[in-house]
């Protein structure tokens, strides 16, 4: 690690200890892996089934359990050492590349982090350039546009600052253009959706209420997600109806942009593999690796958006679709973006390839089976042309689908 990316702010104290960590979590897995590979190879009558354990025995065994006992207790060392540097290290604000980099790293093991409570795991909270916003400011802030709020969800394995590209930003366009005051979700995209989507709807209910003081006034609350975000903001409309909170009173209008309703066909085709790689004892251990992506990602087979989707099931096992039904919100006006890499009639092969990770169907919520086929009106619906999933964020004619969206609603 270079000093300078330390004097930048690239990394804070908390960060290199959760390196620290995350690295020795690494070595035990790495470990794991070639000990159940050596197993396989040692003994053959694995040719006939799978090895009845997973461990070595005897001097081998000894090895192995050696190597994980001395990276323990390295790792125990680290925390106390890099303590010593908190004070100067935290005092730099985070930069960019720190914040793509963790936002990353939370979107492939960002179950792992929260459930080893390693500190590189992002808590959820709602910031406005990169900073914790509170409801005060919040509240002030709606003074200015008239009560009306955009919250502003992003995608796997991103930030909020992210919503920035290429110069352009969604939130900071509308705040100019239709005066609406933009806040933005930053989340931690490896954990289950579900699990975002009811921490989303705490988060928004109790924002909402401590806003009452700071603006007594109607609010009324868009919701904007990017891919993964969509889903995320679909749940918590779910978790807020059903959990009887008061913030989905004021929610008016739902907007998703390249939005996997039904799936990606990216993480079905890491499901087969996975199955593949499971066949034979002697890459089965191999087949560990695949299963290190986040709950959050293997959510994205089906689009799983509540909990009954993946409770009680190996979410890496090859299964068919048996998500339960969850319709759009009712009351609320739902639009959904699509993109096309094509520029042609978007037919055939171009549907399926859709934006590059997303294909036309299920970015509009269509489905074959009418129990989860997603209602979006025929004139809520909008396909963005010659683009990929990340030219959502900065495309002029998605942007100008979205202000004319919320144009009618602005409207008396």
Not at 89 to 100: C, D, H, L, T, V
Not at 208 to 225: C, D, W
Not at 236 to 262: F, I, K, N, S, V
Request: charged share 20%; proline share 5%.
């Amino acid at each position: 690690m270079k000093s300078k990316d330390v004097d930048e702010g690239m990394l804070h104290a908390r960060d290199l200890s959760g390196l620290g960590r995350l690295t020795v979590d690494a070595v035990h897995g790495v470990t794991d892996l070639v000990e159940a590979l050596h197993h396989a190879i040692v003994h053959l009558a694995a040719v006939r089934g799978a090895p009845d354990q997973d461990r070595m025995a005897g001097i081998p065994g000894m090895v192995y359990s050696s190597v994980r006992g001395i990276t323990g207790l390295v790792g125990a060392g680290l925390d106390p050492l890099l303590s010593r540097f908190a004070t100067t290290i935290e005092q730099q604000a985070p930069s960019p590349k720190r914040e793509a980099m963790v936002s990353a790293l939370n979107g492939l093991l960002g179950d792992h982090l929260a459930a080893r409570s390693n500190p590189l795991a992002i808590p959820m909270q709602f910031r406005r350039n990169g900073l914790a916003v509170t409801p005060g400011d919040i509240g002030k802030a709606l003074h200015q546009s008239r009560g009306r709020l955009v919250v502003l969800v992003h995608g796997l394995c991103m930030n909020d600052l992210q919503w920035l590209r290429h110069g352009h930003d969604h939130g900071a366009a509308l705040a100019r253009d239709l005066a609406f005051s933009p806040i933005y979700l930053h989340y931690n995209t490896g954990r289950h959706i579900s699990e975002n989507g009811k921490s989303l709807s705490d988060l928004l209910e109790v924002t909402l209420r401590g806003m009452n003081a700071q603006y007594p006034h109607p609010i009324e609350l868009i919701l904007l997600g990017h891919s993964m975000g969509g889903l995320v903001c679909r749940s918590a409309c779910h978790y807020g109806a059903e959990d009887r909170r008061d913030w989905p009173q004021h929610l008016r209008t739902m907007m998703t942009l390249g939005t996997p309703h039904h799936g990606s066909l990216w993480e079905k085709s890491g499901n087969i593999v996975d199955t593949m790689l499971a066949i034979s004892p002697y890459s089965a251990p191999f087949a560990r690796l695949g299963k290190v992506r986040s709950s959050g990602i293997t959510d994205l087979r089906y689009g799983h958006v509540v909990a009954e989707d993946w409770q009680g099931r190996d979410r890496f096992e090859a299964s068919r679709d048996r998500r339960k039904t969850v319709p759009l919100p009712q009351g609320v006006a739902c639009y959904a973006v699509a993109g096309l890499k094509a520029n042609g009639s978007g037919t055939g092969i171009d549907q399926l390839v859709g934006d590059g990770l997303v294909s036309l169907d299920s970015a509009l919520g269509r489905h074959p089976n009418p129990r989860l086929h997603l209602n979006f009106a025929e004139h809520h619906q909008w396909t963005a042309r010659d683009v990929d999933h990340f030219d959502l964020l900065d495309n002029h004619s998605v942007y100008t689908t979205l202000k004319k969206w919320l144009t009618r609603l602005c409207a008396p």
